[in-house]
């Protein structure tokens, strides 16, 4: 099958998403969209505040420590209404995978073929790296996505539609990856020559950093070789110049100074502490002087109560999260910090995540 077969044509759903094998299929994932839309995003505020006046009434601590938290969790698990909540929640997330999964796996065979074909393709280039070793952390099956980013070779297939439906819509024409390739701070002199984009997963944000910044040298890098390579396959049907490598952010090939902006977008809560510090090392070395750093991404704990707290900690067992409840514990301004970067304020207003822009002084 060649990569302009129309079993694998794009554009049905939303643009630049892949169509699954059947329309049966199709309106089986976009009914779960509905569902996730009416029942997760359109219900989360008033369960907050549902969660947070049950906590009162039960005389609980709302100050944001682990004791409190543990608290918490008895008193919300065994209120029935939360406990459907949890569990419509847990199901309809385990529905989407299995329905994607079994849709693209009919066409196994012929993705993976369209994949190989594109490898040679332009105008953009991937690289892969078979014999780099994997962290541990990569085997987690974060958000629950069958064979985690790595060990699943339709991953990046199965990340970018279930992206899709994760984010209700938001997502669809690439309008996310687009808004953040926006907002991605440059240096102060507007010079823009290379562009960096760690854990680029499907690459939606990494084609948006080029379509920003058409001149740029625009690479994405994921520790992912399934990422890399649907990655590459996406670009090159949307004629899109850009450079896929499997690498990874705690351990760069690149020369120092190489890179004008760097971004990272909803990578870190996905990392141990200790591999977070590592990437931020790298990210400071390989950007040059006056360079800058964009990193979007949850908040920290500061701003939180008892009851974000606790969502996190559910967030980390229900959706597959090891690392963001040690992630919004680790206060990672203070190792964006440590590394050497000056942070620059941010506007919220421009992102779904809190933004946080690290510039690596002129003067050392
Ligand atoms: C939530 S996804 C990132 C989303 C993506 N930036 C976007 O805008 O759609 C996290 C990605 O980071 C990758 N990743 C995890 N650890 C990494 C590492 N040490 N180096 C490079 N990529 C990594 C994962 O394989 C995964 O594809």
């Given at each position: 099958?060649?990569i ?20 049966r ?7 779960v ?6 029942l ?14 049950l906590l009162?009434?039960a005389g609980?601590s ?7 938290c ?5 008193i919300l ?7 459907t ?18 849709s693209?796996?009919m066409?196994?065979?012929a ?7 594109a ?8 690289t ?27 991953g ?39 562009v ?9 944000t ?5 379509l920003?910044?058409p ?32 690498m990874n ?5 690149f020369p ?5 902006a760097?971004l990272s ?14 990437v931020?090392?790298e990210?400071?070395r390989v950007?040059r ?7 979007l991404?949850f908040?920290?704990?500061?701003d939180r109560?008892?009851y ?14 090891p ?12 190792t964006?910090a ?13 992102s ?13």
């Amino acid at each position: 099958m060649s990569i302009s077969d129309p079993l694998y044509v794009r554009g049905k759903i939303a643009g630049v998403y892949p169509s699954l094998s059947s329309r049966r299929d199709e309106a089986y994932i976009e009914f779960v969209e509905d569902a996730r839309n009416a029942l997760l995003h359109g219900q989360q505020a008033p369960i907050a505040a549902y969660s947070r006046d049950l906590l009162k009434k039960a005389g609980a601590s709302m100050t944001p420590d682990k004791a409190s938290c543990d608290a918490a969790e008895k008193i919300l698990m065994q209120d029935p209404a939360l406990k459907t909540y949890y569990r419509v929640k847990r199901s309809l997330q385990e529905s989407f995978w299995n329905g994607i999964r079994s849709s693209f796996n009919m066409r196994r065979d012929a993705i993976l073929a369209a994949m190989d074909a594109a490898v040679t393709k332009g105008p953009g280039t991937v690289t892969l790296d078979p014999d780099m070793p994997m962290p541990e952390y990569s085997q987690a099956q974060i958000h629950l996505q069958p064979g985690a980013y790595a060990y699943e070779e339709l991953g990046g297939l199965f990340y970018d539609y279930g992206l899709k439906v994760f984010m209700g819509g938001a997502a669809d024409n690439d309008n996310l990856p687009k808004m953040v390739a926006r907002i991605v701070r440059v240096p102060a002199d507007g010079k823009v020559t290379r562009v960096l984009d760690l854990g680029c997963s499907a690459g939606a944000t990494t084609t948006a950093l080029k379509l920003a910044h058409p001149d740029a040298e625009v690479t994405g890098i994921d520790i992912a070789a399934p990422m890399v390579r649907y990655a590459h396959l996406r670009a090159v049907e949307q004629n899109i110049d850009v450079h896929f490598k499997q690498m990874n952010a705690e351990k760069m090939a690149f020369p120092d100074n190489h890179f004008d902006a760097v971004l990272s977008m909803l990578l870190f809560h996905e990392l141990p502490p200790e591999a977070s510090r590592r990437v931020l090392e790298e990210s400071f070395r390989v950007l040059r002087p006056g360079g800058a750093m964009t990193i979007l991404d949850f908040t920290s704990v500061d701003d939180r109560d008892v009851y974000n707290m606790w969502f996190a900690e559910m967030d980390s067992k229900d959706n597959g999260e090891p690392f963001l409840p040690p992630f919004v514990r680790s206060n990672i301004e203070k190792t964006i910090a440590a590394v050497g970067f000056k942070m620059e304020p941010f506007d919220p207003k421009n992102s779904l995540r809190t933004g946080r822009v690290c510039i690596k002084p002129l003067q050392q």
